[in-house]
Each structure stands twice: as structure tokens, then as C-alpha cells.
């Protein structure tokens, strides 16, 4: 038996209570990841219905649903470039009940452009996995003058006062985009920020703006039906669901390639079984058949769960915005 102080003995037995618990947390947590999802699951989105974070969030909860039994649900949360629902998402339990899906934007712009921004896109998220990456597409109503990318500047000289063009913009990621565009064409633009990308394409449809420099998935039934009309798309290579249109460095610009992407993202402090759990999944659904011809008809490129690289890539592009913010001479607000 043991004879020591009394101290002692109390020591001891915390040292193996210790252990035990120590011993029991694993069991417990894949016990737990066993069983999840056993409860609907919550996918918010920072964007009104109808643009591309809206669009790859149904489809992905659709997938998600059918492999694991259980019930996600969409929930848009729009409002200050995705702030709002990122925000949410990050102070919500991190239980692997609350998911994000989030624009490029909400992780990688807003911290350059935007004051006392309410997350830490950094600290405050787990990356899960990277859905897709597209292009922007440089989109004019039907009825413009300009029928490529090279006349949009004599709209410019034609349409405003200033010389600048009316750009309906979502979020901080696409301004950013359009500044890449100023940057390497000598565009000039004043941004009006919508709640999301469908109501941006109603206004463009609606004549109110001059150009919207948006995501493929939310303007390709439009320009595909004639009520829109693409330019040029940003990424390097032509868009598999807009084969005709060229791309930007194929407009003059060689070299021009500015990629946006999307990805779902967890509350910090999810458990790792969970986490792996999702990631194992995605990475199935991300290489399926009818995943892939679902996106890229229009025109996504589907991405991967290698949760290392997508935490990379936020980091880097931070990196990247901020020097083309200075050069752009945008400030945070």
C-alpha cells in the first residue's frame, strides 16, 4: 500500500485520474466523429441567394448530405463583404455543427480593406478544404457599345464624367480584382458595393451600372440567354463554361491571371476527428463525377481538402492584396 503524506496519496491519485482522462479523451473524440453528424448541420454563407459562395454551398450541403445522412443547411447571412456571417461563424461553438462557407474575399481582402474587421481569418478558422476557384468575368448589359475588352475604355471617355465606369462589386476581393484590371489596362472605376452577386447582375441588367466584374457562376445563364454580354475573363486560361470568351491577357494584357476561390472553413478549436472527417468526405465529393461536371458547366474548377495548402494560400494572398491595395491606394474604412 502506499504510505506516504496525505498530500502526497491526493497527489498520486490525481496523477492517475490524470491519466485516465488523458487516455479517455481520444476514445471519446472519435466516438464523437463516429457519430457525426448526428444533428443538422449549419453552413452560413455572407452573401444574399444567387452568387457563386450561395451556388457551391447548395450543391456542396447536397453532397455532404447524401454521404452522411444527415441534414445542412444553407444559411445566408449577407452584409459588409461577408462580415457578418464570418464573423458568426467564428465565435460560433466550434463543434463541426457551424461551418463557414467563405468567398476568397472574406479571407484574404477584408483584412486589407476593412477597419476593426470582427475575426481573425487566421486564428479564428480551421481551413477544411478549398471548393473551387474561378474567374471573374468582365460583364456588360446586352445593349452596351462595347463588344470587347479594349472598348470599354472608349465607354468610359463616352458614358461619365470622370472617366470612370460604374463597377457593381460584391465584395472586397472583386474590388481588388477590378484594381488589378485599372492597374494593367489604365481602367478607372467607381465601386458600388452590393449584398451580393445576384443583386449586383439585376442592377447590371437593369442598366443602372455600366459593368460588373463578377463571378462566372452568377452571370453565365445570363450571358448564355443574351441578357448579358462577356468581355473577357480574369484567370490565365479560358473558362470551361464560356469557351468563347478570351481571356484577359489574350485582350492585350500578357500575363494577366487573377483567380477567386472558395472555401469552407470551420470554428478554431473544431475537433481533429471532425475536421478529418469532413476533409475525408470532401475529398470524395471534390473528385466526383457529377461534382465536377456540375461545376465546371459553370465554370468552377473544383478544388481539394489538403487543409495545409488552403492555410498557406491565405496567407499568401493576404500578402498579395496588400501590395496591390497600397499600389491602388486603398485605404481600409
Not at 504510505?3 to 471519446?28: D, E, Q, V
Not at 486589407?112 to 468575368?137: H, W
Not at 476533409?279 to 461536371?293: A, G, Q, W, Y
Request: positive net charge; hydrophobic residues 45%.
Amino acid at each position: 500500500m502506499f504510505n506516504g503524506s496525505l498530500r502526497a496519496r491526493r497527489a498520486y491519485l490525481h496523477a492517475i485520474c490524470a491519466a485516465a482522462t488523458g487516455l479517455m479523451l481520444p476514445t471519446f473524440a472519435s466516438a464523437a466523429a463516429d457519430n457525426y453528424p448526428d444533428r443538422p448541420v449549419n453552413i452560413v454563407v455572407g452573401f444574399a441567394p444567387g452568387g457563386t459562395n450561395d451556388i457551391l454551398a447548395r450543391l456542396i450541403a447536397a453532397k455532404l448530405q447524401e454521404r452522411l445522412k444527415q441534414t445542412f443547411i444553407v444559411d445566408n447571412k449577407p452584409g459588409a463583404n461577408s462580415a457578418i456571417g464570418n464573423a458568426h461563424v467564428a465565435k460560433a461553438k466550434p463543434d463541426g455543427y457551424n461551418l463557414l462557407v467563405s468567398s476568397s474575399g472574406g479571407l484574404t481582402t477584408n483584412p486589407v480593406l476593412m477597419k476593426s474587421l470582427p475575426y481573425d481569418p487566421v486564428k479564428d478558422f480551421e481551413p477544411i478544404a478549398l471548393l473551387g476557384s474561378f474567374p471573374l468575368v468582365v460583364t456588360v448589359p446586352a445593349a452596351s457599345p462595347a463588344k470587347n475588352f479594349s472598348e470599354l475604355g472608349a465607354l468610359a471617355k463616352t458614358k461619365s464624367v470622370d472617366g470612370k465606369l460604374d463597377n457593381g462589386t460584391p465584395t472586397t476581393s472583386f474590388i481588388l480584382v477590378a484594381e488589378t484590371l485599372a492597374a494593367a489596362s489604365g481602367l478607372k472605376f467607381n465601386h458600388i458595393l452590393y449584398k451580393g452577386s445576384g443583386p449586383a447582375v439585376a442592377a447590371l441588367m437593369g442598366g443602372e451600372i455600366q459593368v460588373g466584374i463578377l463571378d462566372s457562376p452568377a452571370v453565365v445563364n445570363q450571358i448564355k440567354g443574351g441578357k448579358l454580354r462577356a468581355l473577357a475573363v480574369t484567370t490565365g486560361k479560358r473558362s470551361s463554361a464560356l469557351p468563347d470568351v478570351p481571356t484577359v491577357a489574350e485582350s492585350g494584357y500578357p500575363g494577366y491571371d487573377a483567380p477567386i476561390w472558395t472555401a469552407l472553413m470551420a470554428p478554431k478549436g473544431t475537433p481533429e476527428p471532425v475536421l478529418a472527417k469532413l476533409r475525408n468526405t470532401l475529398s470524395e465529393i471534390l473528385k466526383d463525377k457529377d461534382t465536377v461536371d456540375r461545376m465546371q458547366a459553370l465554370g468552377l474548377d473544383p478544388g481539394n481538402a489538403d487543409a495545409a495548402a488552403l492555410g498557406k494560400r491565405i496567407a499568401s494572398d493576404i500578402t498579395r492584396w496588400e501590395a496591390v491595395a497600397k499600389t491602388a491606394n486603398l485605404k481600409p474604412e
